[in-house]
Nanobody
Framework: QVQLVESGGGLVQAGGSLRLSCAAS????????MGWYRQAPGKQRELVAG???????NYADSVKGRFTISRNDAKTALYLQMNSLKPEDTAVYFC??????????WGQGTQVTVSS
């Protein structure tokens, strides 16, 4: 019932910035918590940042002070502002939405590559 589409990934030099967007469509009224996850080659998928329906946020220690997660008032879009990017941030980034009726939806992912 919910479709998520990420955009904004690409290639950037170390120290640069990117802004990821996640557009939600379909039955979006029931969306509660949302988050960004990433998976690097040879690594497990990990939580990068999360935001609740009340706009409370949490971040992985590795991105605190560099990344900022936000969502719009209608809960139909999710953003991740990434500053001071490092090569270690290279990964596929995924948008996730949890709905009130007990299901999670995932986007297709967007590639972020940070060069030295």
């Amino acid at each position: 019932q919910v479709q998520l589409v990420e955009s904004g990934g690409g290639l950037v030099q170390a120290g640069g910035s990117l802004r990821l967007s996640c557009a939600a469509s379909g039955g979006t009224f029931g969306i509660n918590d949302m988050g960004w996850y990433r998976q690097a080659p040879g690594k497990q998928r990990e939580l990068v940042a999360g935001v609740t329906s009340g706009h409370s946020t949490n971040y992985a220690d590795s991105v605190k002070g560099r990344f900022t997660i936000s969502r719009n008032d209608a809960k139909t879009a999710l953003y991740l502002q990434m500053n001071s990017l490092k090569p270690e941030d290279t990964a596929v980034y995924f948008c996730k939405a949890a709905v009130s009726w007990g299901y999670e939806y995932w986007g297709q992912g967007t590639q972020v590559t940070v060069s030295s």
